[in-house]
């Protein structure tokens, strides 16, 4: 019968390398703690002997995990139905890997997203789109876990990244009112119940305060029923202007609060035979990749999203490591993109209010 080898030890490598059980975990955790050369010389005795730290033993040694939880209160499968998510992902692994951390995903678990977090092994939190009113909230403060807040309602405990929703909505709004729009639908991101109010400080607040001030400027009030709300996905973008135009909206243009959503709805214009920009402009909110390669290609506001992801996983590691942080609510700044998917409004339509 043939024997499995026996896996090399931390005492193996403390006699081969004469020195002490506590040098060479000196050596994988803690080198400066070593003199000049000796943990570059005890990592290669380890190597030859083919030694690798246990992790679970080097955690419980740490107290870390060397795992950063992306938490998100939705389930992943419609988070990762919004392309914006992938783009924010990409940002946030590229940063942890730079900083030798695994990434972990937390959703709600079985409908619970306190579940999830009980069993997270995780050293901190990149949160996005947490609501401060959250139940979870709570339950991450009792954990004692550091935790960065993206596009989230502004928690004054937390730090926060987030980018300037309200001025790059009204940029996008003054865009469309400059062609001489009138009739604007507004297709946000949020579904809340009939009796529900947004927070004030949530995403799709800000980016309706710069919508409202742009039209504003032009002397243009946007009503209550001109506002149709879903979740960020191309699917939910297309259905939401299907149900503006059951309803009798007649828009000569759409302010979309996600890139994905402005897709979905260009979608549902061209099986309505609606052209874009000839009978409806859009305008995005994103600038992800996919928006310059649309038919035709999307105006946009572009926000930094990879940036935002790395830049919230930087801010994480400094709370981790005991750093005071130089900013505990960064703003990033938008753009608009102008591409084709605006034009001035049909001439017969440009005097009209809005109502359709």
């Known amino acids: 019968?043939?024997?499995?080898?026996?896996?090399?030890?931390?005492?193996?490598?403390?006699?081969?390398?004469?020195?002490?059980?506590?040098?060479?975990?000196?050596?994988?955790?803690?080198?400066?703690?070593?003199?000049?050369?000796?943990?570059?010389?005890?990592?290669?005795?380890?190597?030859?002997?083919?030694?690798r730290p246990h992790p679970v033993a080097r955690m419980l040694s740490e107290r870390r995990t060397g795992t950063i939880g992306v938490l998100t209160p939705q389930a992943l499968a419609i988070m990762f139905e919004n392309p914006f998510f992938g783009a924010f992902s990409a940002g946030v692994s590229a940063a942890a890997e730079e900083s030798g951390y695994a990434l972990q995903l937390v959703s709600p678990l079985r409908g619970s997203l306190a579940r999830a977090i009980g069993r997270a092994t995780v050293d901190g939190f990149v949160a996005i789109g947490l609501s401060s009113d959250h139940p979870e909230v709570e339950e991450i403060r009792r954990a004692g876990l550091p935790m960065v807040v993206v596009d989230s309602t502004w928690l004054p405990d937390r730090p926060a990244i987030d980018v300037d929703d309200e001025k790059g909505s009204r940029e996008a709004a003054e865009h469309l009112t400059a062609l001489g729009h009138r009739r604007v639908l507004v297709l946000g991101i949020e579904a809340p119940p009939p009796d529900h109010v947004p927070h004030p400080?949530?995403?799709?607040?800000?980016?309706l305060r710069g919508y409202r001030a742009g039209l504003?400027?032009?002397?243009?009030?946007?009503?209550?029923?001109?506002?149709?709300?879903?979740?960020?996905?191309?699917?939910?973008?297309?259905?939401?202007?299907?149900?503006?135009?059951?309803?009798?909206?007649?828009?000569?243009?759409?302010?979309?609060?996600?890139?994905?959503i402005a897709i979905g709805a260009m979608r549902a214009m061209r099986d309505l035979g609606l052209e874009v920009p000839t009978d409806v402009s859009v305008v995005g909110f994103d600038d992800i990749e996919i928006a310059q390669y649309v038919d035709p290609p999307l105006t946009t506001v572009h926000q930094p999203v990879r940036l935002k992801g790395e830049e919230a996983v930087r801010l994480l590691l400094a709370v981790i490591d005991g750093q005071e942080p130089t900013e505990t609510h960064a703003t990033l700044a938008t753009k608009l993109v102008v591409r084709e998917s605006t034009a001035p409004p049909p001439r017969s339509a440009a005097a009209h209010d809005g109502r359709g």
């Open 201 to 207: 400080d949530s995403v799709m607040s800000r980016r």
């Open 1 to 51: 019968m043939v024997q499995s080898r026996r896996r090399p030890t931390i005492a193996d490598v403390a006699e081969r390398a004469g020195v002490s059980k506590t040098s060479v975990s000196f050596a994988f955790n803690k080198p400066h703690r070593l003199g000049p050369g000796t943990a570059e010389r005890i990592r290669g005795v380890a190597a030859s002997i083919g030694y």
């Open 216 to 260: 504003a400027a032009a002397g243009i009030e946007l009503a209550d029923d001109q506002i149709v709300s879903g979740s960020a996905t191309i699917e939910s973008g297309r259905a939401c202007f299907v149900r503006a135009w059951k309803a009798g909206l007649r828009p000569t243009a759409v302010l979309a609060m996600s890139d994905a």
